[in-house]
């Protein structure tokens, strides 16, 4: 008499989860080969994926997708030590029917990850060492000082007209607003009434903090771009005129490797510099450059692209040749796309780049 087992057993079948994250609970769905098997909520713990995989679906190989967002990598970092198939994807990335574009809910999002995962459909991002990810942090939140530093410059530009009060004629002339003794003016500004002086002095605090944590956060980018995993690369694309000490740690960290690049024509997609393109038929229309890319490479490569063709003798000409049939704004994409090769070559070959004399 044959003996009936009750035990469960998945050995080598592939089982999909495809969950939407949220700061509070995940909405998951999890689908075999051939079915669906269920969509629920839970709190956000990889753990907790974990057992449940392993108690309903034991011996199976488990895979799963997320987008990227505001959480991270660490839940795809603990995924991954759990012994899970993970990746994170794009969320422009996943195939996506209109009416689940119009009829947007989390269930939803969760079925059609899992579903996309399941028919070999997403195509995951590279994640980053979590030291680059610490890395690019430092970076980053000094660009974010500087901007919050030019925001609370316009506000003091802004209360100081709006309250009638004019530059004295040595700082309009010497152009030196910020200068210390610029801000010992300010400070020195008494208002009528204790409650605008007390307004004023507060937008200066607050700049004066802020002058404070970008010096110090610059001085430590410094040091990181001597250490033993930057110094030779920085060196390298500090030979291309146009790229400083900041902008090659910006490259260094968003980048972190050009391998995951199989050419260039890659390298300029991931970062936004290319057209966008509309045919149908016989009819072809090659317009802007994509909106999709990398927002911080595309913008620090463009300004440093500014600052290139006063340098480069060979960029100079092109873009006086580019401007004689463009506008020069379009002009400069063209001149970002020849300093991206620049600083694909110096990484590539690490060599230094030598700038060409223009005959």
């Given at each position: 008499m044959q003996n009936q087992s009750n035990k469960l057993d998945f050995t080598g079948q592939n089982i999909y989860v495809g969950f939407d994250v949220h700061l509070?609970?995940?909405?998951?769905?999890?689908m075999t080969e051939k079915l669906t098997h269920k969509?629920?909520?839970?709190?956000?713990?990889?753990?907790?994926?974990?057992?449940?995989?392993?108690?309903?679906?034991?011996?199976?190989?488990?895979?799963?997708a997320y987008e990227a967002g505001f959480c991270g990598y660490w839940i795809h970092n603990s995924l991954k030590s759990l012994g899970i198939n993970s990746i994170v994807v794009n969320p422009a990335d996943i195939p996506t029917t209109d009416k689940e574009k119009v009829q947007k809910e989390d269930a939803r999002d969760?079925?059609?990850i899992a579903k996309a995962l399941r028919n070999g459909d997403l195509i995951p991002i590279h994640v980053p060492s979590l030291k680059t990810l610490e890395d690019r942090s430092l970076?980053?939140?000094?660009?974010?000082?500087?901007?919050?530093?030019?925001?609370?410059?316009?506000?003091?530009?802004?209360?100081?007209?709006?309250?009638?009060?004019?530059l004295p004629e040595a700082f309009i002339k010497n152009d030196g607003r910020w200068s210390n003794r610029y801000i010992q003016w300010i400070e020195s500004l008494n208002m009528p009434e204790q409650s605008g002086t007390y307004s004023l002095q507060a937008i200066v605090t607050a700049s004066k903090n802020l002058r404070v944590s970008v010096l110090q956060i610059t001085k430590q980018i410094n040091e990181l771009s001597k250490t033993e995993s930057y110094l030779d690369n920085v060196i390298l694309l500090r030979s291309i005129p146009g790229i400083g000490l900041l902008?090659?740690?910006?490259?260094?960290?968003e980048l972190e490797t050009l391998n995951r690049f199989v050419s260039f024509n890659k390298l300029c997609s991931f970062i936004g510099l290319i057209p966008s393109t509309h045919s149908s038929g016989e009819?072809?229309?090659?317009?802007?450059?994509?909106?999709?890319g990398h927002s911080v490479l595309r913008s620090t490569i463009i300004?440093?692209?500014?600052?290139?063709?006063?340098?480069?003798?060979?960029?100079?000409?092109?873009y006086h040749d580019y401007c004689k049939r463009m506008e020069p704004n379009k002009a400069i994409v063209r001149i970002a796309r020849k300093l991206l090769s620049r600083i694909r070559y110096v990484l590539k070959t690490q060599k230094q780049y030598v700038t060409c004399v223009v005959k």
């Open positions: 509070k609970s995940w909405k998951v769905t999890i969509t629920f909520s839970q709190s956000p713990q990889p753990k907790l994926l974990h057992q449940y995989l392993e108690k309903n679906f034991p011996g199976g190989v488990y895979h799963s969760s079925r059609k970076v980053r939140m000094r660009a974010t000082l500087v901007q919050d530093l030019a925001r609370n410059k316009n506000r003091i530009k802004s209360f100081l007209y709006f309250h009638g009060l004019e902008t090659s740690m910006v490259l260094l960290t009819n072809a229309v090659v317009g802007e450059i994509t909106r999709r300004e440093s692209s500014w600052v290139a063709v006063r340098h480069d003798p060979a960029l100079i000409k092109s």
